[in-house]
């Protein structure tokens, strides 16, 4: 099924599922999907209630097409199997667990064979090398350890590419800033506004983050846009790429993006067969290229399979550049239960940060503030202006913002430019929004 490797493919080190053909990786995962749900539908009584109650067997599966004919899985079937009702092998077999924060329900529970946890690695290690680390580099791993998948994730990949291993996990800013000049890192594993928050720290510090030893950052967890990558490269003078993936689907490592093209995450489609469906009406199936929200199926995983996973994730598929048989994901737009629906229109907080870093003066860091004073629902954008940007430039700026929000998102809303430093920074993942209609 493989193709075999050509000598430059070899030399970088890559697996042979990088370099199959479409053709090929379409045959891989219908006999994989096959195995995949019939193993389902054997081993995890949800997965068997579910199907016989939407009356489809795993021998209806005779095409990929025929995916469309199964339930999708969301999170609460996870949090209604709380804690191992969805594992489909015997504990003894169970090699780790990971878990949700569960701050909105019940945690997610997943759970990894000793061969998932080395697929898991193997994939975040092509995520890790396609973005430019290679075997050799430091890497300073500033992704939370825990449950959380991010830290033990982010590090099993960088220690099967054959880096060095700086494990640091996240927070502690200024112990960052203090191994990234004492152990002259290559590459640092974090989120983007965790990223921002270290160099804006630095620059506090009297510190210039582009003469860091600093070459690659490789950033997930939270949707980020152009134009952060645009502040965080000049910022620090290195190639940011993006990486994607979510506890219950594996981890960090489901697509990975090229620090040659950087122009969004491949999907593995070896381990991976992903859906596009309708945000709004789910029996829609999207074509490649059509926006909406991003499902998948894991094709290889024992201890916890997946089908047809509800990520509530907002991309497209397109055709694959770096890695030619594996399709791309766009950069993810805002997810659909991230949406604020603010008088009839839409609004995702990656579209304030796409136009707020235009306007000059206005800095990345913000919070979107939901009200309802009157009956009616407002929404307030608080920005912190730049160092440089005096009150009467703040002032024009936010009349600027204000503008283009009302012309590409089509709301109106009040602009609120604070001072440098009065936001709350990022240690992890950033809470960009705060509704306070129920307070």
Known sequence: MTETLSTADA????????TMSRDQIEALQLERLQDTVSYAYERVPLYREKYDAAGVHPSDLKELSDLAKFPFTDKEDLRRSYPFGMFAVPQEQVARIHASSGTTGRATVVG???QDLDDWAKLG???????????GMKVHNAYGYGLFTGGLGAHGAAERLGTTVIPMSGGQTEKQITLIQDFQPDAILCTPTYLLTIGDAMQRAGLDPRKTSLKVGVLGAEPWTEEMRHELEEMFAIDACDIYGLSEVMGPGVAGESGQTKDG???WEDHFRPEIV??????KILGDGEHGEIVFTALTKQALPIIRYRTHDLTRLLPGTARPGHRRMGRITGRSDDMIILRGVNLFPSQIE??????????????LEITRPDRMDELAVRIERRDDCTADRALAAAGELQRLIKIHVGSSCRIDVVDPESLPRSVGKLKRIHDLRTQ
Do not use: K, N
């Open 278 to 283: 309708d945000a709004f009406d789910d029996t």
């Open 11 to 18: 030399t970088l080190g890559l697996d042979p599922e990088e």
């Open 112 to 114: 990894y064979t000793q």
């Open 354 to 367: 796409e136009l707020a870093l235009t306007v000059a003066g206005l800095s990345p860091h913000f919070q």
């Open 265 to 267: 995450c491949h999907i």
């Open 125 to 135: 290690a092509r995520c890790l090398r396609i973005a430019g680390v290679t075997p």
